[in-house]
């Protein structure tokens, strides 16, 4: 039997460790190895490492035959200073576990161990810790690399702290959960010329005028209005001379979504408004357009057994089956668009103190949640694997 005293301990001391060794997107080495060398002492664990990177899958067969369920941390920390003054903050400036992600790494090695130590189960479970999620690659980066050809899971599960939520609270929603991003550059080619004789230009600042205004009409009369859609223009750039007409407007925005649907139809509508008005104009365009993050979309059936087991866990009270969609996006979406699944929230608040939002340089995962957080999961584990 494993001693679940020690094992509280060893999780804080774990995640104070990833804590003060912080690594950002595709550099997670250190992060990877240490994480590789906690699952080594952990019995009937088959560990394979390098994946997409740094990416590390620790496969757990239970005593039965049964479905097999991947359940995912994130590995990576933000390029932010650390403020807390924490006798385990950051010691590299630029490099900060401002989201939590030492908390995740650590509630699914907390996980591994309790399942680890007692395989009494019909199925498999598959421990995923993925690096890069920050800026949307690593799910991508392990897909890409096989991770579900090589490692087959049936259905797959993934968390996020919440510092704003009220300790031990679940929430999730079926459909969208968290928002796709998608970032465009549009570049507009005119004809520059001195601004007193605008007769002889093509004025590309005109033609965005127009854009500008035009693209909210795909929010208001393309998308769906029940849908929540965004296209927001964050950053315009000129030729840069006072008394000239530019030649040149670059233009740069994001865009938000919640199914691809509407992902594309902003991209297609986005194409076709600048092209025209270009035209119209006597301009020139080109437009980029990249879909960043895709939408998580929670899988029904997979929201029902987070729900069940969360409500025997927590209580019904404390669990919100229909919560509001978050405007952040998460890289979870590229598992969940390979094989069904369902990311959700878990409240963290400290009752008695400040709770300061991720990515704040004063945040800081709350130790307590280590616990809640791995037994969720081991119940959760057992729960569909019965
Ligand atoms: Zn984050
Ligand atoms: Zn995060």
Request: contains cysteine; glycine residues 8%.
């Amino acid at each position: 039997m494993i001693d679940k005293n020690q094992l509280k301990q060893d999780m804080v001391a774990w995640r104070h460790h990833l804590h003060e060794h912080p690594e950002l997107a595709r550099q997670e080495s250190d992060t990877a190895k240490f994480v590789a060398a906690r699952l080594a002492e952990m019995p009937n664990l088959e560990v394979v490492t390098g994946i997409g990177g740094h990416g590390i899958v620790a496969t757990l067969k239970g005593t039965g035959e049964g479905p097999t369920i991947g359940i995912r941390a994130d590995m990576d920390c933000i390029a932010m200073t650390e403020e807390t003054g924490l006798p385990y903050a950051s010691k590299t400036e630029k490099k900060m576990h401002a989201c939590g992600h030492d908390g995740h790494t650590t509630m699914l090695l907390g996980a591994a161990a309790l399942l680890a130590s007692d395989p009494s189960f019909n199925g498999t479970v598959r421990f995923i810790f993925q690096p890069g999620e920050e800026p949307g690659w690593g799910a991508k980066d392990m897909v890409e690399d096989g991770l579900f050809e090589r490692f087959p899971c049936d259905e797959v599960y993934g968390l996020h702290n919440s510092p704003v939520l009220p300790f031990g609270r679940i929430e999730t929603k079926v459909g969208g959960m968290n928002a796709a991003e998608d970032n465009f550059t549009i570049k507009i080619n005119g004809r520059g010329g001195h601004a007193s004789r605008p007769q002889n230009t093509v004025d590309p600042l005109a033609c965005f005028a127009e854009i500008y205004l035009a693209l909210q009409t795909i929010v208001s009369r393309n998308a769906t209005p029940t849908n929540a859609v965004v296209v927001s223009c964050t950053e315009v750039e000129c030729d840069g001379v006072h008394n000239a007409i530019p030649s040149h407007v670059v233009v740069r925005g994001d865009a938000r979504t919640y199914t691809l649907e509407d992902s594309a139809l902003i991209e297609a509508r986005m194409r076709e408004i600048c092209e025209h008005v270009c035209a119209m104009n006597g301009a020139t365009c080109e437009v980029t357009y990249t879909h960043e993050f895709l939408p998580v979309i929670n899988n029904k059936a997979c929201v029902g057994k987070v729900v069940d087991a969360a409500r025997k866990c927590f209580g019904a009270e404390n669990v919100d089956d229909d919560c509001p969609a978050s405007t952040g996006s998460e890289d979870f979406s590229y598992f969940a668009n390979c094989v069904p699944g369902c990311f959700f929230n878990l409240g963290t608040a400290r009752p008695d103190a400040e709770n300061f939002p991720l990515h704040n340089p004063h945040y800081d995962f709350n130790d307590d949640a280590l616990e809640v957080g791995a037994s969720f999961w081991d119940f959760f584990a057992r729960e569909l694997l019965k």
